[in-house]
């Protein structure tokens, strides 16, 4: 296992904040700037995502803020080389999130070759299947100390999420529900069955819950299920907002925590 994403995990196995941001967005230079104010405000995990222009998992905020930073031009290579001195500022752990497509065109190995130069802890690719990991990119993950993180949803069977157990050596990413980011409900009856089944399994790898945590009612309630909760679209939306971002990413990241 990564040893940043696992350090965490040791010294905290509950009420783990983990946020999502696309990097480009607000504007193609605040990448650094977000993850330093993130780490100051007391996240533990953060997940920078690589904008596409087909988001599949993802609700409308998400897909919009993937626009406007493909529009600011941002790319692989230019996030790369925007994380290419993080570590030397900051140790928080680094999940870079996104889509098969562009890392594919970028090459596979050279991109868990550039994110393990610049310092990223762990991947996740929502649509590069388990069996295609497994058969064609896992040594190379290994190779370069990534941790690749799987989803699951209240629909993945048992025994595959203990196959992906097997294979994941970070976290598990569990989709609250069946539907897109940035849906704001509350975690409803079946999702708390779903959360208990998981449980029960006594996976090796801690979960963490994502898709509709919002605010601080929904981020409480996600921490009861698991070891801590993602949260994207509400703070995607947050920094769009008018005024200062580092104040927004305070003001945002306090009414969660506090």
């Given at each position: 296992m990564n040893n940043r994403i696992k350090r965490l995990f040791e010294q905290k196995q509950k009420g783990l904040l983990s946020v999502y941001f696309t990097a480009g967005y607000p504007n193609l230079n605040d990448t650094e700037t977000i993850i330093l104010e993130l780490e100051k405000n007391g996240v533990d995990l953060i997940e920078v995502g690589m904008p596409f222009s087909d988001p599949l998992a993802d609700g409308p905020t998400i897909q919009q803020s993937s626009t406007v930073a493909l529009q600011n031009g941002m790319t692989i290579a230019k996030l790369f080389?925007?994380?290419?001195?993080?570590?030397?500022?900051?140790?928080?752990?680094?999940?870079?999130?996104?889509?098969?497509?562009p890392v594919m065109q970028y090459g596979v190995e050279r991109f868990c070759q550039k994110a393990a130069e610049v310092g990223i802890d762990g991947i996740i690719l929502p649509d590069l299947p388990l069996r295609e990991?497994?058969?064609?990119?896992?040594?190379?993950?290994?190779?370069?100390?990534?941790?690749?993180?799987?989803?699951?949803?209240?629909?993945?069977?048992?025994?595959?999420?203990?196959?992906?157990?097997?294979?994941?050596?970070?976290?598990?990413?569990m989709v609250s529900s069946a539907s897109t980011t940035g849906k704001t409900l509350g975690l409803e009856e079946q999702s708390q069955a779903y959360f208990q089944r998981v449980a029960s399994m006594k996976l090796q790898n801690p979960g963490v819950i994502g898709f509709g945590i919002h605010d601080k009612e929904t981020f409480a309630s996600a921490c009861n299920h698991a070891s801590g909760a993602i949260i994207g679209s509400a703070f995607v939306k947050a920094i769009g907002q008018e005024g200062s971002l580092e104040q927004n990413i305070k003001t945002f990241i306090q009414s969660i925590k506090n």
């Open positions: 080389e925007q994380l290419q001195h993080i570590r030397q500022k900051t140790q928080i752990p680094l999940v870079l999130m996104g889509y098969l497509n990991y497994v058969e064609e990119y896992k040594p190379l993950f290994e190779k370069y100390n990534l941790s690749k993180v799987f989803l699951i949803t209240p629909q993945t069977p048992e025994a595959r999420i203990r196959e992906i157990d097997s294979h994941t050596n970070g976290f598990i990413y």
